[in-house]
């Protein structure tokens, strides 16, 4: 189908639709026939979801997902003994339930809405072609060993055959690990080795916003050195005549998907068999393999799209988030695609070539949905503003927040500007571990509170705990963090290869429970306020970032002995890294007639190359000495506190074993930072 006729179809589709918008009462939009109707379902049904988990999510699994194999029973095991299972011997493929059973029934219809850099390369591929990719892709794979439980790495961009590749990869049961092409070639290989992947896909060069990223080139270095890679299969993405090959290792995708068949049956695999791995930072320096099953995981992506989104299998899905996190696993691939809704891929940036990008996308397709973090938003608030007004957007429902709090008045601003006061706004409060919403409006019946993620969804036993005593606080009205009290379908299983460090970070620190690392509250209507982390993460832009693994790179370079790295608010991306260095010798790099501006620009360059750009220090800040405790640990509490401005507000220092370095930290900050700011 060409993308005219398609673009014709999806608007008529569109058009068409009975409108599923917010309650009356609330939003004053029109009533429309919302899955969830009102707040007395949502209680009801929320209340059978925690008291009846069996019956409520064995209906919900049988009625949304294809099984091979019927589950013979629900759900099993406690979050003390970290041993949860759902759906047990339950058999599945979630590359069948995510195409072949819509290519069957609807093969001309939308699946992936291709929406490139550049906009003249935009392509829209069917349900009935995906099927073909995927099963070509598959048997590739196949053809090279790759069978059930294998991990295959893939580092491509937001492009429509990083999703074929997954696909192909849970086709056959392996196991695919995304690792976003904004990864630095370490960290790629850090990836690779710790997952054991034998197989990685990847393309040629990538292009985001104009420019070029040399994807293969990338690999190539990364896996210098790494033997146990033995097949790479690099999809041809720019055609760039100057890609080196090597003979053995390296094949070119349309080469080898010419060999294959146009079908090929997927393999039915255990509801507990891992979907994927996905890689994220905690409070240490290596991160971690997120584990994720396939019966409960795809359930929680259904489930959570259909009814936190409202979405009917006529919608258009945008989800802005790319395909290397959690958000374009979930809401722009495993979510949309189950139900068999059309997913915008989109491979740019919001301001590129203009700021009217998002807003042309959604009148093209007529998009139902769009999902994006605040981030973004406060971007558009600032530069793009008056290009809204340029397009019609009118077809938009449901607008979407992921991945940091949202604050009032950008939810105001969001639901005013994009939503024309006619949407709901959905602040979904979930992570990498979920696997799917824990707390968020439902489209159609959830009244909502401008800053706020609003309620649990099914299944989701939230409950805030006093992180001093660590008592679960019932009532409303309190603050503390926000932990889950017993499992949901979605919830990831472990860690790769290191289960215990999975038991001590979820389960350890609220026996009992399930610890999200949030702070939160809960409000007088039982609403819930998510407050940011209260561990060693820091969310930048939307991308979870570990302080230890900044430092960890800092302390490569030979100037410096250690480093500190804290998060702090910043208005546009959320919150920024500060990074404290203290170095080996007084400047030693001054010495050798280099200036400390240059060391600073070396070490912001050695964070971009070893980690990835988007993990870059905003100010790296020289100190002669760090706040430490009696016992050598850094108190990064003060750093903080300093970074932000707020010297006066210290606190207790008495534990501190060097309270003279504070002074001193105190003006190398104003110095190095503030003023810096202020030229
Ligand atoms: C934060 C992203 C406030 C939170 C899906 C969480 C949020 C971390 C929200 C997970 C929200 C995500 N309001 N904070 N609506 N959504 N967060 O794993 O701190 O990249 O623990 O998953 O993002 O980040 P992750």
New binding site residues.
């Given amino acids: 189908m060409t993308t005219e006729n398609i673009e014709h179809k999806i608007v008529h589709e569109a058009r068409n639709a009975p409108v599923h918008g917010a309650p009356k009462h609330f939003f004053n939009s029109q009533p429309g026939p919302s899955y969830i109707k009102d707040m007395a379902q949502y209680k009801k049904m929320y209340q059978q979801s925690i008291e009846d988990p069996e019956a409520f999510f064995g209906k919900m699994a049988t009625d949304y997902l294809y099984w091979d194999k019927p589950f013979s029973k629900v759900k099993y095991g406690s979050l003390e003994n970290a041993d949860v299972a759902w759906f047990l011997n339950g058999e599945l493929n979630a590359s069948y339930n995510c195409v072949d059973r819509h290519a069957f029934a609807n093969p001309d219809k939308p699946a992936l809405i291709y929406e490139a850099d550049s906009e003249r390369e935009n392509r829209i591929i069917t349900f009935g072609e995906l099927l073909t990719q995927v099963c070509k892709v598959a048997g590739v794979l196949k053809s090279w060993g790759v069978k059930k439980g294998d991990t295959v790495a893939i580092y491509m961009p937001m492009i429509p055959e990083a999703i074929v590749a997954m696909l192909a990869c849970v086709r056959l049961g392996a196991i695919h690990s995304v690792i976003f092409a904004g990864f630095s070639s370490g960290s790629l290989k850090d990836r690779i080795v710790d997952a054991g992947c034998k197989v990685l896909i990847t393309c040629d060069e990538g292009r985001r916003g104009g420019k070029t990223i040399h994807t293969k080139k990338l690999v190539d270095e990364g896996l210098n050195g790494v033997d146990s890679v033995s097949h790479i299969l690099v999809f041809k993405r720019t055609a760039s005549p100057n890609i080196p090959m090597k003979a053995g290792r390296d094949f070119w995708w349309h080469e080898e998907c010419e060999k294959q068949r146009s079908y090929l049956p997927p393999t039915p695999c255990n509801a507990e068999d891992p979907l994927f791995l996905l890689y994220?930072s905690g409070s240490t320096g290596s991160p971690k393999g997120i584990v994720h099953t396939t019966g409960g995981y795809l359930l929680g992506a259904a489930l959570t799209t259909r009814y936190v989104f409202d979405i009917h299998p006529e919608d258009v899905l945008f989800t802005a988030g790319d395909v290397g996190?959690?958000?374009g696993h979930t809401y722009a691939l495993y979510g949309p695609l189950v139900l068999g809704t059309a997913s915008i891929i989109f491979e740019s940036t919001p301001g590129y070539p203009d700021y009217g990008r998002y807003w042309r996308i959604i009148e093209r397709y007529r998009a139902t949905h769009f999902y994006v973090a605040p981030t973004a938003l406060r971007v558009i608030k600032r530069l793009g503003e008056a290009e809204i007004a340029k397009y019609d957007i009118s077809s938009l429902r449901v607008l979407g927040?992921?991945?940091?709090?949202i604050s009032p008045d950008l939810w105001e601003w969001y639901n005013e500007k994009i939503g024309q006061n006619n949407c709901v706004i959905c602040?979904?409060?979930?992570?990498?571990e979920s696997g799917s919403h824990l707390i968020a409006p439902l489209a159609g019946a959830t009244p909502t509170k401008p800053g706020s993620?609003t309620l649990p969804f099914f299944g989701v036993h939230a409950a805030i705990i006093d992180p001093v005593t660590g008592i679960e606080l019932k009532e409303n009205d309190v603050e503390g963090v926000l932990a889950i009290k017993s499992s949901w379908p979605s919830m990831a299983r472990s860690i790769w290869n290191n289960h215990a460090h999975y038991i001590n970070t979820y389960m350890k620190p609220y026996p009992g429970f399930y610890f999200?690392?949030?702070g939160a509250g809960r409000d007088h209507d039982g609403y819930y306020w998510?407050r940011?982390?209260v561990d060693d993460v820091v969310?930048v832009s939307g991308h979870?970032l570990s302080t230890a693994e900044i430092e960890a790179s800092l302390v490569n370079n030979d100037c410096v002995s250690e480093a500190a790295v804290v998060g702090i608010h910043d208005e546009l991306t959320g919150q920024a890294v500060i990074a404290f260095v203290q170095l080996k010798k007084q400047l030693p790099i001054e010495e050798e007639g280099a200036s400390p501006d240059d060391l600073r620009r070396e070490l912001i360059l050695q964070v971009r190359g070893e980690i990835g750009p988007f993990a870059a220090p905003k100010t790296i800040i020289l100190v002669r000495d760090l706040p430490k405790t009696r016992s050598g640990k850094i108190m990064r509490r003060i750093l903080r506190k300093v970074a932000s401005n707020e010297a006066d507000q210290l606190g207790d220092l008495s534990t501190l074993a060097n309270q003279d370095v504070v002074p001193a930290i105190i003006d190398a900050v104003n110095i190095q930072f503030f003023n810096a700011k202020k030229k």
Avoid: L, Y
């Fill in positions: 994220t996190w959690i958000t927040s992921v991945g940091e709090p602040d979904t409060m979930w992570q990498t993620a999200t690392g949030d998510i940011g982390r969310n979870r």
